[in-house]
């Protein structure tokens, strides 16, 4: 199975600021992003001919081409899950340089999630996909994924305060980062097991992740062309998602497997990485892992093998995932300390990783993951 | 059905802490009011609305090979027919998986306990707890089902058996 191993790279990645308020419309944002991504991989829009970006995002790609000036577009996709296809968009990309259909395609990700349409937010807008769940009262993420979460608890014996440990580190990575909302504004377990629950007995407000305004986007293109271009090459090693019907009936979540202690899909997704790489998970020097909320984490460090199943809470615990450890973890602040860009905003902290340029450094970064449950990728340096 | 099963002080279940908290809500001016969002049933799940409406809780079983799916799918996944027919469940199972909401949506005083129910024909249901004081859940819990009208919306709604309270 080809994963593109190695011969399609991440060539520039461009972002707006994050913020709770960007005064600008989501179309603007999505301009913004493509064209300081493009401007960081030394290309212009004119050599754009693919596009990629995620179902639910609201941006229209004509709208786009028109407002960055991108001329002719021939390859267009979208992925499904939300953010847990984020990593999937990649995939899409690297498919279509793969295979000729195009050349240098752009994945955006782009909205006001704060000041305009809040996900944690409940609608009360009748759904009839929601039928199972809506009447119930599981009307916000908060709620649907914890009913999921609660299951990996009562099993392993967890409390909410395990959850806090990993985010200590997540705000502390956060406020070490001047593009993080939580820059400066780190947090003890104290103030995590005093901020007030959402859903108990799981989530706090601080295990959840932040609701952001902003635009994040790269560019993908040949491993040949990127090592003309203007920054170090950062390769796709692999890119991959996973669909499992017999895990449910929706997309975003699973109520129906055999085993809800366990992230299936997640599995699923590594299982083919580290086949399809020949990688291993001692191979990763740092992981970006996609967090809607803490639990997840959890539950992936598991699904990917860092560590055994219910070992978790110990593995962060023992400081694995902190700089310095094993397996530094959202060395940005990820999706609860720098913002919630749908999961796209972990990629550019993988890319800079592997430049050497983020603010939290981790030493020789060669192999970094970015996972998002239903999707993930590894990116490279080029060297074998 | 089995609500004579059932801790007879739940057997019958009223709505008044649903309105109250509703009334609450709308009073402090939230946008979030936990009064019931009503299903919007279609040729796929009519069936099961339709069963609550008159206090029967019906699964959905292939006619062909017998598999019984919740939540349902127009075409039985293992053998492809697209006849089914609709059967009654026990109404008895046992908690898989339970929150207790403290969404800003809902006030804290009134949460609401969503659970993730085993049924003991095999498939899971999410649906409300009631009855039981929320410290005192616990995984596996014996629970029944009952029917209960909340902001005119009927919906099924478990309860612990007589003797797991």
């Avoid at chain 1, 639910?56 to 000036?69: C, K, Y």
């Avoid at chain 1, 991108?70 to 295979?99: C, D, N, Y």
């Avoid at chain 1, 299936?264 to 997704?269: C, K, L, M, R, S």
């Avoid at chain 1, 996609?290 to 598991?302: I, M, T």
Wanted: net charge negative; aromatic share 8%.
């Amino acid at each position: 199975m080809s994963l593109f191993k190695g011969h399609t790279a991440v060539a520039g990645v461009g972002q707006t600021e994050f913020s709770k308020d960007s005064g600008r419309s989501e179309l603007q944002l999505a301009s913004e992003a493509v064209r300081a991504a493009l401007a960081d991989a030394g290309l212009g829009p004119a050599d754009v001919d693919g596009l990629v970006t995620m179902t639910v995002d609201p941006n229209d790609e004509l709208s786009l081409m028109r407002s960055v000036g991108i001329r002719e577009v021939r390859w267009t996709s979208r992925t499904p899950f939300g953010g847990g296809g984020s990593k999937a968009m990649l995939q899409h990309a690297a498919a279509a340089v793969a295979s000729g259909a195009a050349d240098v395609v752009v994945c955006f990700r782009a909205f006001n999630e704060r000041s305009a349409t809040r996900f944690g937010q409940p609608t009360k807008q009748p759904n009839p996909a929601w039928n199972w769940y809506k009447p119930f009262g599981l009307d916000t993420p908060a709620k649907v994924y914890s009913l999921w979460y609660q299951r990996y608890m009562t099993t392993y014996g967890l409390t909410n305060e395990d959850f806090g440990r990993y985010t200590v580190v997540a705000r502390k990575h956060a406020a070490n980062n001047p593009n993080a909302w939580f820059y400066t504004r780190p947090i003890t377990l104290a103030d995590h097991q005093a901020s007030r629950w959402v859903v108990e007995p799981i989530l706090r407000l601080l295990d959840c992740c932040q609701e952001s305004d902003g635009g994040v986007a790269m560019v993908v293109t040949s491993t040949e062309r990127a090592r003309d271009l203007r920054q170090p090459l950062v390769t796709l090693e692999g890119a991959t998602q996973t669909h499992l019907s017999s895990a449910g009936d929706n997309t975003m979540f699973n109520f129906y497997g055999p085993d809800l202690a366990w992230f299936e899909e997640a599995n699923f997704v590594a299982r083919q990485l580290w086949e399809g790489t020949g990688l291993a998970p001692g191979d990763i020097d740092a992981a970006m892992i996609y967090e809607n909320f803490s639990p997840v984490v959890f539950l992936q460090l598991e699904a990917f093998g860092f560590c055994g199943r219910g070992e978790a809470a110990g593995f962060i615990a023992d400081g694995h995932i902190e700089l310095g450890g094993t397996l530094p973890v959202n060395t940005h602040g990820g999706l609860l300390g720098e913002a919630y860009i749908h999961g796209l905003n972990n990629v550019i902290e993988g890319v800079r990783q592997i430049r050497g340029t983020s603010v939290n450094q981790v030493r020789r970064a060669a192999r970094v993951l970015c996972a998002a449950g239903h999707s993930a990728l590894i990116l490279g340096n080029g060297e074998a | 059905m089995p609500l004579d099963r059932l801790a007879s002080s739940v057997a019958v279940f009223h709505s008044k802490c649903y309105e109250g908290s509703c009334k609450r809500a709308e009073k402090e001016g939230a946008y979030l009011v936990p009064r019931v969002t009503p299903p919007v049933p279609g040729r796929d799940d009519g069936y099961f609305w339709d069963g609550v409406a008159a206090g029967r809780l019906l699964g959905r079983r292939c006619a062909a090979c017998s598999y019984l799916q919740h939540p349902p799918s127009p075409m039985c996944p293992r053998c492809g027919s697209v006849d089914w027919e609709v059967i009654d469940l026990a109404g008895t199972g046992s908690v898989y998986s339970w929150i207790i909401s403290r969404h800003p949506s809902q006030p804290d005083d009134e949460p609401r306990v969503v659970a993730l129910v085993e049924l003991d024909e095999g498939v899971r249901m999410v649906t409300n707890l009631r009855g039981i004081e929320p410290a005192r859940i616990r995984t596996g819990l014996r629970v029944g089902v009952g029917f209960a009208e909340i902001d005119g919306t009927t919906l099924p709604q478990f309860a612990p058996l007589e003797g797991q309270s």
